[in-house]
């Protein structure tokens, strides 16, 4: 694999630094995904609306505090601002929480673009290479040199290709993941505000819980 690297020529230092990134781009994701996995609790949610719904506001607002759980903190902060803004407040906490999902999502994405190119890049060089020693006229005793340049490209241009298939499968992955946490999160944010719409002396007007990511 050493071997084969220092045949791509120069751009396979940049590939390197690339593929080093898009790594640690993914196993930053890997661990975040396993950590918000373990600290999913629906049944707790679910315990916080019915306390919401009997207006036990101060004892789901406890309940919800005392957990990590991305949709527990949305809704506790609708219920602290339920006598002012509670969808806004949700909103914005909604989309703190969406950003974690997709924060470090582009670096996936540069990876999908850029690896391709810079094997691009490896394989206008590498010909550049081959050619410029076909042009001298001199090609007795050269044809390792001129093979050489024509692997160089084929080299850069695999690696490039191989990073950019490495990321776009994740990509596409954590992207679906956010979305269905938007998803999530505007479900339990529409029954709240349903819950809350029936507490005595609320406004009627209807509220947008709609959530961009």
């Not at 505090?65 to 902060?77: L, W």
């Not at 909103?91 to 969406?98: P, T």
């Not at 998803?183 to 406004?203: D, F, H, M, Q, V």
Request: charge should be neutral.
């Amino acid at each position: 694999m050493i071997e084969f690297f220092f045949k791509g020529g120069p751009v396979m230092w940049p590939i390197l630094i690339l593929g080093l990134v898009t790594l640690a781009a993914l196993l930053e994701k890997a661990i975040f995904l396993i950590s918000e996995q373990s600290i999913r609790n629906p049944k707790l949610v679910q315990k916080i609306l019915e306390l919401a719904e009997k207006g036990m506001y101060e004892e789901a607002i406890t309940m919800g505090e005392k957990s990590k759980y991305n949709v527990a903190q949305v809704i506790v902060e609708g219920l602290r601002h339920r006598n002012s803004m509670p969808v806004d407040a949700m909103i914005e906490a909604a989309s703190a929480q969406i950003e974690k999902y997709s924060r470090g999502l582009v670096i996936l994405d540069t990876a999908v673009t850029l690896g391709p190119l810079l094997g691009l890049l490896g394989t206008v060089t590498g010909m550049m290479h081959a050619f410029s020693i076909v042009g001298t006229g001199e090609i007795a005793g050269k044809q390792a040199a001129i093979t050489g340049g024509v692997a160089e490209s084929l080299i850069a241009v695999s690696f490039g290709l191989a990073i950019a298939i490495l990321a776009i499968i994740p990509l596409n992955f954590f992207n679906a993941r956010a979305e269905k946490v938007r998803r999530e999160l505007e479900g339990y944010c529409t029954r709240l505000e349903l819950i809350l719409k029936k507490a005595p002396k609320k406004s009627s007007n209807r509220m947008d819980v709609e959530m961009t990511h």
